[in-house]
């Protein structure tokens, strides 16, 4: 692996889990890898999960890690090509990201997306600047479009919990507070109908479909209890609408799953990426409940991350 940005730097999905699983039972297997090798972790936006995660996993592995919170304690940085930077801008990518190749053996880059610029965003303008400009290999920690470390924590936590060969599993939209960033559900559907072991729906609300060159071959509804007849796994997700670009204008309140509507599953498993806003996107009631596997999948984002550092250690040897 010379990448993790997608599910298309993946090979074989079931491969992952398998090794994402052994690791699981045996953490420190692979203890020396990564010794004498160090990777930098530069934050653009917040996180608790994939920061912590991700240290754990390379620390596993025998990586020293380096986190850089740099968009507070960074110089701000530039990004459009001849750029005259009289403004608030202070180093431009060109020249800082070099850098980055003469600091680390790895660098992972969590980015998020300005809900405003679709065509930068969807062209992942920030991380393929990184990526242009750096020469050894890239990490997503969750770009402006997808979060593959996510993904595959949640297909690992998938097969962990299964009991029928095909689940039904049912990605969700739920109600937010705020604009929120369409990648986790962009991901997840990618590499829902990439690994092709479930059946996949999509329920939202009219208005927030999802880039189709993600969600194609799912099964997508408008109806919620629909989709959730018989579903043996439902990730909860809000996600700001794609077409009406970043716009959050729906608030209804009757798309949060509650137990009641779980009733409609069959003893469905309900996920969440997390964090997640309680009695807005999803009920006190389910999250405190064993129907929830919300701390599973977040816990197997340690795996995912050693999974990945792990075969991209491997390529490097
Ligand atoms: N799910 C996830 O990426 O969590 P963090 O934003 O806390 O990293």
Redesign the pocket.
């Known amino acids: 692996m010379k990448k993790f940005t997608s599910v298309t730097d993946v090979t074989n999905i079931n491969d992952l889990v398998k090794q994402a699983l052994a690791y699981k039972a045996n953490p420190f297997a692979d203890k020396q890898l990564g010794a004498g090798k160090r990777i930098g972790m530069l934050f653009l936006n917040?996180?608790?999960?994939?920061?912590i995660s991700t240290q754990v996993a390379a620390q596993n592995l025998g990586m020293e890690s380096i986190v850089f919170n740099i968009d507070k304690e960074g110089w701000a940085l530039e990004f459009a090509e001849g750029a005259v930077m009289n403004g608030t801008t202070v180093e431009h990518i060109k020249d800082a990201a070099p850098i980055m190749s003469e600091y680390f053996d790895i660098l992972c880059i969590r980015t998020f997306p300005s809900l405003k610029n679709k065509t930068d965003d969807y062209s992942e303008l920030v991380l393929q600047q990184f990526i242009a400009h750096t020469n050894i290999p890239v990490v997503s920690m969750?770009s402006a479009t997808l979060?593959p470390l996510?993904s595959l924590a949640d297909i690992i936590t998938i097969t962990e919990n299964q009991t029928a060969k095909k689940p039904k599993v049912v990605l969700t939209w739920a109600p937010h507070v705020k604009p929120l960033p369409q990648c986790v559900a962009n991901s997840f559907a990618q590499w829902m109908n990439a690994w092709g072991e479930a059946d996949f729906v999509i329920a939202h609300p009219e208005g927030y479909e999802l880039d189709p060159s993600f969600t194609k071959g799912a099964t997508i509804t408008h109806n919620q209890d629909e989709a959730l007849k018989d579903a043996d796994f439902v990730y909860v997700k809000n996600w700001s609408s794609y077409n009406d670009y970043g716009v959050a204008s729906c608030h209804d309140q009757s798309w949060m799953l509650t137990q009641e509507k779980l009733k409609l599953t069959n003893e469905g498993k309900v996920m969440h990426?997390?964090?997640v806003r309680r009695n807005i996107e999803l009920s006190d009631e389910i999250l405190d409940s064993e129907s929830s596997i919300v701390t599973q999948q977040?816990a197997n984002r340690v795996w995912s991350a050693q999974t990945v550092l792990s075969n991209i250690l491997k390529s490097m040897n």
Do not use: D, G, N, V
């Open positions: 917040p996180s608790m999960r994939t920061r969750e979060h996510q990426c997390l964090p977040a």
